[in-house]
């Protein structure tokens, strides 16, 4: 699976949206985007994937560049609740479903 | 509907001990996995089960762990003996996976291990 690069931390303020973005220049045209997240304390959440174009759910927004070299997570109102490291996988047709995590982005949320 | 549960939470053993962990998947979930996760790095897999068969295994240290997954539904991964770096968090995540669609993994709590 092709190795993505994120920044290793973010800041934000409360209600502000929120941009953490991820490269995966070797992305391979079957890959698919997912973000995962994990609050402290806790195993990792699902939050959103995508293959080629934009995603939004009542998470959060997936976008996508056009050569899909680099995808933007979009957290459009920050919350306190959203403070996690937030981890950027891409998964490939073949690839058993299982998870490859790097160091991710921890974002802080401020009050 | 349940999520994933765990159990123990925490544990803590002597080095050359065993200890089991246990994970009850979501229901229908026919993929479970099994997760290390060291302080400060991202999750690691250690197994891989499609219903009570083995996907993959590659990272899992064989010389001291093990996991089954009987009848497909609950499974059990043990370590013996045990060492100092085995402490981390073992994370179970199960998912409806099949064949090359790729489904969101949920995971559980975790078991927080620590081997003095």
């Known amino acids: 699976d092709a190795k993505t690069t994120q920044p290793n931390s973010m800041e934000s303020n409360e209600e502000e949206p929120v941009h953490l973005p991820c490269n995966h220049s070797t992305i391979s045209g079957t890959d698919y985007i997912h973000w995962y997240r994990q609050l402290p304390s806790q195993g990792p959440e699902y939050v959103i994937h995508?293959?080629?174009s934009n995603v939004n759910n009542r998470m959060a927004s997936l976008a996508i560049a056009e050569d899909r070299k680099s995808s933007t997570l979009i957290l459009h109102r920050a919350t306190l609740r959203d403070a996690a490291v937030y981890y950027c996988?891409?998964?490939?047709?073949?690839?058993?479903?299982?998870?490859?995590f790097g160091q991710g982005t921890t974002l802080q949320v401020k009050p | 509907e349940a999520g994933v549960a765990q159990s123990p939470r925490y544990k803590i053993i002597e080095k050359r001990q065993s200890v089991a962990f246990w994970c009850n998947p979501i229901?229908?979930?026919?993929?479970l996995y099994w997760y290390q996760q060291i302080l400060g790095q991202g999750p690691k897999l250690l197994i891989q089960?499609?219903?009570?068969?083995?996907?993959?295994d590659s990272q899992l240290p064989k010389d001291r762990f093990s996991a089954e997954r009987l009848k497909g539904v609950d499974s059990t991964l043990k370590i013996q003996p045990a060492k100092l770096e085995d402490s981390a968090v073992y994370l179970c995540?199960?998912?409806?996976?099949?064949?090359?669609?790729?489904?969101?993994?949920?995971f559980g709590p975790g078991t927080r291990l620590t081997v003095t």
């Open positions: 995540a199960s998912s409806s996976y099949r064949g090359r669609i790729v489904y969101e993994q949920y």
């Open positions: 996988i891409l998964i490939g047709l073949g690839n058993t479903g299982k998870l490859i």
């Open positions: 995508g293959l080629t």
């Open positions: 089960f499609q219903n009570n068969g083995v996907v993959d």
């Open positions: 229901s229908g979930h026919a993929t």
